[in-house]
């Protein structure tokens, strides 16, 4: 029998979490150490995971299945494709510096490190499962240890930011189940992705519209009595579960205009849960609305995402405003994650495989970059108990580490060649400008043009980005020092040094050698593509 | 992989090599001075060598019709690839010889120019990078490499000229340069992914050389660009990046500013490395924007028309604001910017040698320039530093031109309070403003030679300097048009002409005011020439500021007419002149020429009349004072800034400041606060949860949320098998909703 990888992964947290819980609280030094073990263990067997993907068979390898409830079609199904299989690692390597920047963490410890550990044993089994059920429950999962840590363990505002974090991604989750609901019902009674992709495939792509609207049922009865709900049903073909199911889980990626909860969230959260928030979970939400909404109904993805891409588009632009004026730091990596999820989500609405390998590879590298900006921001925060950038200066003589790791994670935020996210944006703008070759579905005898002006306004971001990045490097660590108390901050210890370096050895690999990861993601990504060429 | 390919490869590692050594010396323990002038000279020597080596080996290959280089892939989707690779093709040869020599002589030069400063082993590993990255871009074999070259290039120069930290003005001017060509860039990604969408391929042999590509490209129509070609619209926005960082108009305002940086690294930034990437850029698409004229039926359509008059816009301007600029480097900064606008006019008139040969000529008498007023500046400043020394503490300047708060004219030396000359006055005394030089002609002979050689040549005296025979070209192409009844080429011809008038006298002007006359300051007067590591690359540029013409002289001059450029690069038009279907073969005339020795003459003696004649004495006014408003709005640069802080950088922050206030409160908000009036309960919940809710409910939802977070608090025990079985429940009463309704 094969080695089940994934649960392995998946248990690297559980268990380390259920040991942590077991351990006395006095021992704070013992429960890191666990929490570091399992991570460690994640983070080898994820990268165990990528290297023996085998890229040339692609498709779903590393496959578990058992039967859980076959009455209602649920089982327990784990595999990863190409597109996902860097996402685990993802996780674990931010995991695993999660823990490490929060070696400091004495306020009860044990709960601490306990609801991390399942927070991103969470996101392991959401990125891994093709159970939409167990992926749901995955999910929720992952929402509930997150509101804790924000409320029990944030600064500022916090049980104001933990709710509406909290309430804004369950209902985003709600509308994703309720529109998945809709293809289980719609297909074969079956929460199997298989099974919900092969039975859509059998539909026509009004079938939806047909299932809501069948004359015995409510709005059918409703637009049998007005014409003009009928012609709505009409033009919107399918939208009922597509659009639920993308927008559900864009909230999680903030799509814009559901992006409130993103900087309040992450300003009041520790350090951290930010850092798994903003590079992993948004991920996660992003990684959902392309397997369950443009992997499972390409047809209809085609019709409605060349409207959507005009909100990604504002994701990016307003976000990067805003961050560049910004001076709270924990503020500013917030709106820089909107923006940068902004772009992640553009490549995916290019529907093409420029754009989903760059909105791959901007997954991965991305969600690192952010981590490591989080861990940074933390690091200096924990240190001096100031969040106003205009307010530090000289670090770079007290933290030439954590100087050097800002250095690298702005230019790969702000697409410098030899960092990661340089690779990534060059795919996504290629992928938009592909895309305005393409026939428009929505309107007939139309090119979608306008993908070339959302490449035009998403461009502008690499200015943007720049602008925020050099102004606070410049100021927070490169100044002057003028503050004598910032020159007396303590200096990083060995695990903060090794997890920045870490962060930052990943983007630059990337960066170097996109290769490394691109033709795993790619893999994937292609088999994708040929349900949209159909 | 043949020898001379794999030894193309080698011509930027021996900098990057240096550059990675010293970076990690520095981040180990203390990197010393002469450890650091011992690699970074190592480094820049062995790229030489290098390249001399590909340069001579290469001349006696065909390049056009087999480039040597190699490729590997970088980044792989699906059947495509990105890759990376290098080349050595007609185009980059002469560059690749220009641009390692001129390093070359940069690096020796800044040895001793920043051997004072306590952070010249920094200075020097950014320096190993910049140059690295620009013979990198020079022997890059397609358009992702080169964008890759270009853009650490870009970050190296934010490093160099923001190298005075400390300094407000530096800093300011560092982010500037960033962000203006980055602006650029934008343009030139676009029009990189726009090639890359249309074309599938990047490589500059494969894409320029094929005639079909061309072909389909021209024929083909742009995307939203309704009426123009694609070859048309992919280059103009190439041409982007070459407008962002050849600082042509309307991206011109950074490279003033970047003499914040060292002189060393203006030199690099103005002759080896930044702005002659840009033009290069263009000169690798000239091919594409060629075959646009295919669609032509008379003129030169779109592109050129475009690219013609943003050149004579920007020949101009500089031109015009150099006159009135009193900072000896702030007058070559102008300069480069009018000498760049008449290689982009060239490029703009479909002059394609003139426009290298330019750039070619002008990287060496610009490096030379820049060299040589840097060393006046470290000249006059040692004589401040002597006086200073020599004079009790506080001890005023009576005849030192102060410099006002706002400007930007302090030299670099001065302002960095920890090179160890901290004489108090010091702030106050301007190095860099003529008017407090003059009479340095006998104090510093070396320098004073070199840089007469080298404003000779950018005046264009006629015969005997570089600058005469490239601008002379640039001058025939517009004449050319001018007699083929083009309006635009008219209104260029005339426009360059004046230009080049302007251009010889600002040169004189500055030459009269530091060198001639008598010494208006002490300093001036105690100024003394410095050590052969800054004088021996003043007397090499120089050689080539008088000789580099030789390249290319018209085959119509007995003797020494070669056309030797001309010959090199003529073969690369060949594909594109097909898609043509006719040549659009440059025509002889000495017409231009008599223009340009007249012009040049001119503008030499009305400086001289004025400023050589009866020198400035001390705290005279300068004559073009006298020109009242228009000396202040030229004085003022025109005031480009300020017009761009009004249009484009205060609504920019407006917005960024608002945008949340009025979309976020306003709109979503009040599409929320709607929903809330007409559906209910469920509306309500959502807009409670904004934090931005209109005052009068705010309360209510406050409180409607402090029983929810209570109740919130007391189901979640923290333990996660009671929020599993809720969200199950959920999950079950949804269940059953569908089913029941089925």
């Not at chain 1, 601490?112 to 992926?135: E, N, P, Q, R, Y």
């Not at chain 1, 992003?286 to 891409?309: C, E, H, N, S, T």
């Not at chain 2, 080169?146 to 930290?165: D, K, P, Q, R, T």
């Amino acid at each position: 029998m094969a080695i089940p990888f994934l649960t392995l992964i998946m248990l690297c947290p559980i268990v380390g979490g259920i040991v942590v819980l077991l351990m006395p609280a006095r021992n704070s030094e013992g429960i890191k150490v666990v929490s570091a073990v399992a991570m460690i263990g994640a983070v080898l067997l994820a990268l165990a995971v990528l290297i023996g993907y085998n890229k040339t068979l692609g498709g779903f390898q590393f496959e578990e299945r058992a039967p859980w409830i076959p009455t209602l079609g649920i089982g327990y199904h784990m595999a990863v494709d190409g597109f996902s299989a860097p996402l685990p690692l993802l996780n674990a390597i931010v995991g695993l510096c999660a823990v490490l920047v929060s070696w400091r963490q004495e306020d009860r410890p044990r709960e601490f490190f306990a609801f991390l550990l399942f927070l991103i044993a969470g996101v392991f089994g959401a990125f891994m499962s093709l159970d939409v059920f167990v992926f749901l429950i995955m999910y929720e999962l992952v929402l509930f240890p997150v509101y804790v840590l924000v409320a029990g363990w944030g600064s500022k505002n916090r049980e104001y930011a933990a709710m509406k974090l909290t309430i804004y991604l369950f209902l985003g989750s709600l509308a994703a189940i309720v529109g998945l609901l809709v293809v289980y019902f719609g297909t074969g009674r079956s929460f199997d992705f298989f099974d919900m992709q092969n039975g859509i495939k059998n539909l026509s792509p009004d079938a939806f519209t047909d299932l809501l609207f069948r004359p015995s049922s409510l709005l059918g009865s409703l637009a049998a009595r007005f014409p003009a709900l009928s012609e709505l049903a009409r033009i919107s073909r399918g939208w009922f579960p597509f659009l639920w199911i993308f927008v559900g889980f864009g909230v999680l990626a903030s799509i814009w205009p559901l992006h409130n909860w993103s900087p309040d969230g992450y300003a009041a959260a520790p350090t951290p849960v930010s850092m798994l928030h903003g590079g992993v979970l948004k991920a996660t939400g992003a990684y959902a609305a392309v397997r369950f909404g443009v992997q499972l109904m390409p047809d209809v993805a085609k019709y409605w995402l060349p409207i959507i891409v005009f909100l990604c588009l504002v994701n990016v632009l307003y976000a990067g405003l805003i961050a560049y004026r910004q001076k709270d730091l924990k503020y500013i990596i917030g709106f820089a994650s909107v923006s940068h999820l902004g772009l992640v989500l553009l490549g995916i609405c290019a529907l093409n495989a420029y754009g989903l390998n760059g909105a791959g590879l901007e997954l991965f590298a991305g969600g690192v970059m952010t981590g490591l900006m989080f861990s940074l921001v933390g690091i200096v925060y924990e240190r001096s108990h100031e969040r106003d950038y205009t307010k530090l200066d000289g670090l770079a003589k007290v933290l030439p580490v954590a100087a050097v790791g800002y250095v690298i994670g702005a230019l790969a935020a702000m697409g410098m060649p030899g960092l990661s996210g340089f690779p990534a944006e060059m795919l996504i703008f290629s992928g938009l400008w592909q895309a305005a070759q393409t026939q428009s579905l929505m309107f007939a005898n139309t090119l979608n043009w306008w993908y070339a002006a959302i490449a035009i306004g998403g461009v502008l971001s690499v200015v943007i980005t720049a602008a925020w990045t050099l102004r606070v490097g410049a100021k927070m660590f490169f100044s002057e020092p003028v503050t004598d108390a910032w020159q007396k901050l303590p200096a990083l210890d060995a695990r903060e040094k090794f997890a920045i370096a870490f962060m930052s050895a990943v983007l630059i690999i990337v960066g170097v050698q996109p290769n490394s990861v691109m033709s795993i993601i790619d893999s994937g990504v292609q088999a994708m593509v040929k349900a949209f060429a159909g | 992989m043949d020898n001379l390919a794999l030894l193309t490869w080698l011509i930027p590692v021996p900098l990057f090599v240096a550059f990675g050594l010293m970076a990690l010396m520095a981040y180990g323990g203390r990197l010393p001075k002469p450890t650091a002038t011992a690699i970074a000279m190592t480094g820049v020597l062995a790229a030489l060598v290098l390249a001399l080596i590909v340069f001579a080996s290469s001349l006696r290959l065909n390049l056009n019709k087999q480039p040597v280089g190699s490729s590997f892939p970088w980044l792989a989707t699906g059947d495509t690839t990105f890759n990376i690779g290098v080349v050595v093709d007609p185009l980059n040869l002469p560059f690749v010889f220009m641009v390692s020599l001129a390093c070359t002589l940069i690096f020796l030069y800044s040895t001793s120019y920043m051997a004072n400063d306590p952070r010249y082993a920094r200075f020097m590993t950014y320096l190993c990078l910049f140059a690295g990255s620009m013979l990198g871009l020079v022997v890059s074999d397609n358009l992702l490499t080169f964008f890759v070259f270009w853009e650490l290039m870009g970050f190296c120069s934010y490093a160099l000229i923001g190298f005075f930290y400390n300094k407000p003005s530096a800093f300011k001017a560092a982010v500037k340069a960033f962000m203006t060509t980055r602006i650029g860039d934008m343009f030139l990604m676009l029009g990189i992914v726009y090639l890359w969408s249309a074309t599938g391929t990047l490589n500059f042999h494969a894409i320029m050389q094929n005639e079909d590509i061309l072909e389909h490209l021209v024929h083909e129509p742009a995307l939203i660009f309704g009426g123009l070609s694609a070859a048309t619209v992919i280059g103009l926005l190439i041409f982007g990046g070459t407008v962002g960082k050849s600082a042509q108009w309307p991206l011109h305002v950074w490279l003033p500013d970047a003499m914040e940086g060292p002189t060393p690294v203006s030199a690099m930034i103005h002759a080896a490395t930044m702005v002659s990437a840009g033009v290069l850029l263009s000169l690798r698409i000239f091919p594409l924007l060629n075959a646009t004229l295919a669609h032509v039926p008379s003129g030169m359509g779109t592109a050129f028309n475009v690219i013609g008059f943003i050149g004579a816009m920007t020949a101009l301007i500089g031109a015009l604001i150099a006159v009135a600029q009193f900072d000896i480097k702030r007058v070559l900064a102008y300069s480069t910017i009018s000498q760049l606008g008449f290689m982009v006019a060239a490029i703009g008139m479909g002059a394609y040698v003139a426009a290298a040969f330019h750039l070619l000529t002008h990287a060496f008498f610009k490096a030379l320039l820049f060299l040589g007023s840097g060393s006046v500046i470290h000249g006059v400043e040692h004589g401040h530093h002597h006086l200073a020394h020599a004079a009790p503490a506080g001890h005023a300047e009576p005849t030192g031109h102060v410099v006002p708060a706002d400007d930007h004219g302090h030299d670099a030396h001065d302002a960095h309070g920890t090179d160890g000359h901290d004489a108090p006055s010091e702030p106050e005394f301007d190095a860099q403003d003529m008017r407090n030089m003059g009479g340095l002609r006998t104090r510093m002979p070396v320098t004073f030679i070199t840089f007469l050689i080298g404003g000779l040549a950018l005046s264009g005296f006629p015969f005997i300097t570089a600058g005469f025979w490239s601008k002379d070209e640039i001058l025939g192409a517009a004449y050319q048009g001018l007699t083929e009844g083009q309006t635009l080429h008219t209104v260029i011809f005339a426009v360059l002409v004046f230009s080049a008038t302007l251009t010889a006298f600002y040169t004189m002007r500055q030459i009269a005011l530091t060198f001639f006359g008598v010494a208006r300051t002490e300093a001036a007067a105690n100024a003394a020439e410095n050590p052969w590591q800054m004088t021996l690359p003043l007397g090499v540029l120089s050689f080539f500021a008088l000789f580099a013409g030789l390249m290319n002289i018209p085959r119509q001059i007995p003797v020494i007419g070669t056309e030797w450029l001309g010959n090199l690069l003529e073969p690369t038009l060949e594909a594109s002149i097909k898609v043509i279907g006719h040549e659009h073969a440059a025509v002889f005339s000495f017409v231009p020429m008599i223009v340009s020795i007249v012009i040049g003459l001119l503008g030499l003696s009305v400086g001289w009349l004025i400023y050589g004649a009866k020198p400035l004495a001390a705290n005279q006014a300068d004559p073009v004072e006298k020109l009242g408003g228009l000396f202040t709005f030229l004085n003022r640069r025109m005031l480009w800034d300020e017009l761009y802080r009004a249009v484009f950088i205060m609504p920019l922050q407006w917005i960024a400041d608002n945008y949340s206030r009025i979309v976020d409160k306003g709109i979503i908000d009040g599409i929320l606060t709607g929903g809330y009036a007409i559906g209910g309960r469920f509306a309500g919940l959502l807009k409670s949860f904004d934090e931005r809710v209109v005052t009068g409910t705010s309360n209510k939802v406050g409180e409607f949320f402090r029983d929810l977070g209570q109740s919130g608090r007391e189901l979640q025990t923290g333990r996660v098998q009671e929020y599993l079985v809720s969200a199950l429940i959920a999950a079950v009463v949804m269940l059953a909703f569908f089913l029941f309704i089925q």
